[in-house]
């Protein structure tokens, strides 16, 4: 699979990471050789393989539904950039 | 003309009923003031864990049993990505490719009694996202993160709804059973219930389905209804003006009674699905299922049945009474207390439900209890008291007059008069004071006399205030005016 310029800037415009034109450039090299291996990967027969949800042979654990977390607005707020009423203020959203 | 036919399938958010939310130990009480109730986790804060909430599973398990729906060994969770800023960690935590709940059925019931199937694609657990407020904050938007992280359980439908009547039907059904179960309070104006509607329509007798638009938090039984009927006819008219439907998302006016597009972005959305590293496999063994199961109280499609079957009720008032489980409760306590289901049907459907509907009130809320309600009707039963002052007996528990309609009916004088010899005396004296009506009605023919004794029951039941027995006044005065 082969990936292109457009490829690139779309995938970063998805994680809105900014990119110059030369740092894309550059990316499409990377991730191209990424890919390459990932081919070599795709070569090995896994038909009879369920795939591996998670690394780790183990269970989700599950916690009683009780509430143990109290408020911490005023901790969690002192780092925003902008709050107004108990509200974090961002940019204005135009739907 | 062309015949065109509806295609509709519904995504259904339930708002779960949990005491915390889905991956943290934070409230999910509605109403707290802004960002109190949202911890590091549902912030999405660096260095957080997720954990999930045993309840919001068995919640999940326990709707998926009601809907006759696999469940499925493993389940997992999976991270939709996107931004937006009431999503504080760039991805909500949702389920894709293995769902907690597989295919199931939910059986509606129409207007006219009938009923049919609606496949359930499945059910998935996911974390609700946070409030943006869009009034004017100094030129930004406020963002309130307390629902950010509450349990949603996302129930999806097959496209088998063919028209806005059964879409409704459909939604009414999912509503009875998770309230039933317990589940979600199911309040759509508090947003307990969300609802995306896929619509799209296809000439008559065409098998490939045409292009959907999506409807996007359409939040009342109404709004369903209207959106999808604005929404058809807006398809079928472009379709017939020579246009095209396009696959999009819109967004349901209730002021207007439309729905309008919303602003089409230029590349469609790509979430990348991938496995959640923060959250291991789900796993649920069969013991784990039937214990669920065993704690399952009696569905609504099941009470209806047997309220018909074994009460002998007709399907309409089965299907009134089993539409909500304080209804279904209340009823069949009313019947436990008289002993006959037909009466306490009427009367839960008729005076009470009037008296309800008047005041707005919900049937939780009734000032007259079941109880009270029961003792009433086997006082009809009993013929201690007339039909007609029954209304009287209740109206008067319904203002609080007293706690029992024994207690109104002895302080009123309400008990009936069933002693023949009283009533031969009123009578005796209704006809002395009537020469001239009696003259007419011997007179008459055995037509006529039928119409005139009304004259006479009237005037000895105004004699005893309401409370001879009917039937016995009107074949007493038979025998006495058709002596002679």
């Avoid at chain 2, 496949?119 to 409030?131: N, Q, V, W």
């Avoid at chain 2, 099941?302 to 279904?328: C, I």
């Avoid at chain 2, 008990?415 to 009578?427: F, L, R, S, W």
């Amino acid at each position: 699979m082969a990936i292109e310029h457009a490829d690139v800037l779309r995938a970063a415009h998805l994680a809105r990471v900014g990119l110059s034109e030369d740092e894309a450039t550059g990316y499409v090299d990377d991730l191209s050789r990424i890919l390459k291996m990932v081919d070599q990967l795709q070569a090995v027969d896994t038909q009879d393989i369920t795939p591996l949800a998670h690394p780790l042979d183990a269970t989700q654990r599950l916690r009683p539904d009780e509430v143990t977390e109290h408020s911490q607005r005023e901790r969690f707020q002192a780092c925003a950039p902008a709050v107004t009423d108990g509200l974090y203020l961002v940019p204005r959203v135009v739907e | 003309m062309m015949q065109w036919e509806t295609v509709i399938g519904l995504e259904v958010h339930v708002q779960l009923a949990t005491q915390s939310k889905i991956f943290s130990g934070a409230s999910t009480a509605f109403g707290a003031e802004p960002n109190t109730q949202a911890c590091a986790v549902d912030l999405g804060m660096p260095g957080v864990l997720p954990v999930l909430n045993e309840n919001a599973v068995a919640m999940a398990v326990k709707f998926g049993l009601a809907v006759d729906a696999e469940i499925p060994e493993t389940s997992l969770f999976e991270r939709k990505n996107y931004f937006y800023p009431d999503l504080p960690k760039g991805y909500q935590t949702s389920q894709m490719a293995q769902p907690i709940v597989g295919p199931g059925k939910v059986e509606i019931t129409l207007d006219d009694g009938s009923t049919r199937s609606v496949r359930i694609h499945h059910a998935h657990l996911e974390e609700d996202a946070g409030k943006s407020l869009h009034e004017d904050y100094h030129g930004m938007t406020g963002i309130d993160l307390n629902r950010a992280g509450t349990p949603l359980l996302e129930i999806v439908s097959e496209p088998d709804m063919r028209s806005a009547k059964e879409a409704v039907a459909y939604i009414k059904a999912l509503h009875a059973i998770v309230t039933y179960l317990g589940i979600s309070d199911g309040n759509m104006a508090e947003g307990s219930m969300r609802c995306d509607v896929n619509v799209s329509v296809r000439p008559k007798g065409q098998a490939a389905f045409g292009t959907r638009a999506e409807i996007k938090n359409v939040n009342s039984f109404r709004f369903v209804e209207k959106a999808i009927a604005f929404e058809v006819e807006r398809q079928i008219e472009l379709i017939e003006d020579g246009g095209q439907v396009v696959q999009e998302t819109r967004l349901f006016d209730p002021e207007r009674d439309e729905t309008r597009g919303m602003r089409t972005k230029e590349e469609a959305n790509d979430y990348r699905y991938f496995p959640c590293p923060d959250l291991l496999p789900v796993t649920l063994d069969g013991a784990y299922v039937d214990h669920q199961r065993a704690l399952m109280p009696e569905l609504p499609s099941e009470k209806r049945h047997r309220f018909e079957n074994q009460l002998g009720l007709s399907a309409y008032d089965a299907g009134v009474l089993a539409s909500s489980r304080a209804m279904a409760e209340y009823f069949e306590a009313v019947k436990d207390v008289c002993g006959d289901a037909k009466q306490a049907a009427n009367w839960v459907q008729g005076e009470l439900s009037a008296n309800l509907n008047r005041e707005n009130l919900e049937i939780g809320d009734s000032p007259v209890t079941a109880e009270q309600l029961g003792g009433l009707i086997q006082r009809v039963m009993d013929d201690t008291i007339s039909g007609k002052a029954a209304k009287q007996v209740f109206q008067a528990l319904w203002d609080g007059e007293a706690d029992s309609a024994d207690a109104i009916i002895e302080a009123r004088g309400l008990k009936q008069v069933t002693d023949t010899g009283a009533i031969e005396g009123m009578i005796d004296q209704v006809i002395a004071d009537s020469p001239v009506q009696v003259a007419q009605y011997r007179e008459a023919d055995e037509a006529k006399r039928g119409k005139m004794i009304g004259y006479f029951v009237g005037q000895v039941m105004k004699a005893s205030r309401g409370t001879a027995n009917p039937q016995q006044v009107n074949s007493l005065l038979k025998q006495k005016l058709d002596q002679a």
